[in-house]
């Protein structure tokens, strides 16, 4: 659906470190996974690069849970 918003979880790569550095909301038309963006992360105390991971996974499968016919639920 367009304009729904889901959750980034950022993470820092260093391997080292991985420390989750903050989440953010995007919307779904604007999400990119692939980012080479440096963010300052407080564990490193430096500049790092960013890796992203989408958190909001449970709209998704809701979603999936609402199209079954109610008879199915008793089956789950
Ligand atoms: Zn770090």
């Known amino acids: ?25 995007v919307k779904k038309e604007n999400m990119m996974l692939t980012s080479s963006e440096k963010i300052f992360c407080p ?18 499968r809701d979603e999936e849970l609402n199209t079954l016919p109610a008879s199915d639920y008793m089956n789950l």
């Open 1 to 25: 659906m367009a304009g729904d918003e889901i959750e980034i979880n950022i993470f820092c790569t260093k391997n080292e470190c991985r420390a989750k550095i903050e989440t953010v909301s």
């Open 43 to 60: 564990s490193c105390n430096e500049d790092v690069t960013e890796y992203r991971e989408i958190t909001g996974r449970s709209e998704s």
